[in-house]
């Protein structure tokens, strides 16, 4: 079946502005992650969804720094005012619910350049 | 929160030879242990994962210890291959939140054929 899909695979935009990166989860995954990974290190923890509960925004670094889910399924990352710092590999997982020992899918992940 | 050690951050060994990757925690109440590898440009799979109530796990060429009282987990590679190579990335669950995983800095892994 399709796994865990994210587009763009690559974006590249300027100092101060806006990106929107999407994931589309594994069809019929209640829970949803979102990572991020600089180079050469591990991934960080940004936020967490899980059905209709509310979202955990205790990873993401700065309030310019959102993310939603509509409908339970696809979710956006979004970053206002970008910053070179912001600059790596946005990783999007899905799991069949949210609970320790359940198996975190992948995609492909977004590779994002703040010039 | 949890903090998660990995050594080392890269390792080469010659094609047959074992690999063990470690990995500590701080975290006591964390029970769920997965192994990651990514290779170059493609994303994050999990290869094998333990957990609490369980010391040890065998898939194949692939092994995972777990020493709770110590809070370490070791990556354990047999007969490796040069298709081994990779990223490995140990991960522990936060005990507060299960579902929070906290990920190592990864460790390089390169088999020389």
């Known amino acids: 079946g399709a796994g865990v899909s994210q587009s763009p695979s690559n974006k590249v935009t300027e100092k101060g502005k806006d990106v929107e990166l999407r994931c589309d989860p594994i069809?019929?995954?209640?829970?949803l992650y979102w990572y991020r990974q600089s180079l050469g290190q591990g991934l960080e923890f940004l936020i967490y969804?899980?059905?209709?509960?509310?979202?955990?925004k205790s990873g993401l670094p700065s309030d310019r720094f959102s993310a939603e889910r509509t409908g339970g399924s696809v979710s956006t990352l979004t970053i206002q005012r970008t910053q070179q710092e912001d600059s790596a590999v946005y990783l999007c997982?899905?799991?069949?619910?949210?609970?320790?020992?359940?198996?975190?899918?992948f995609g492909p992940g977004t590779r994002l350049t703040v010039l | 929160g949890e903090n998660v050690e990995q050594h080392p951050s890269t390792l080469s060994v010659q094609e047959g030879d074992s690999a063990v990757i470690k990995c500590t925690y701080s975290?006591?109440?964390?029970?769920?242990f997965p192994w990651y590898k990514q290779e170059l440009g493609k994303r994050p799979q999990l290869i094998i994962d333990?957990?609490?109530?369980?010391g040890e796990k065998k898939d194949q060429r692939i092994a995972v210890t777990l020493n709770k009282t110590a809070k370490h987990f070791s990556l354990h590679i047999t007969e490796t291959q040069p298709e081994d190579s990779a990223v490995y990335f140990c991960?522990?669950?936060?005990?507060?939140?299960?579902?929070?995983?906290?990920f190592g800095k990864g460790t390089l892994l390169t088999v020389n054929p």
């Open positions: 997982a899905s799991s069949t619910e949210g609970l320790a020992g359940t198996t975190q899918y």
């Open positions: 069809s019929g995954h209640t829970a």
């Open positions: 969804f899980q059905g209709n509960s509310a979202p955990d």
């Open positions: 975290d006591s109440a964390s029970n769920y």
């Open positions: 333990i957990r609490s109530n369980v």
């Open positions: 991960a522990a669950s936060s005990g507060g939140s299960n579902y929070k995983l906290t």
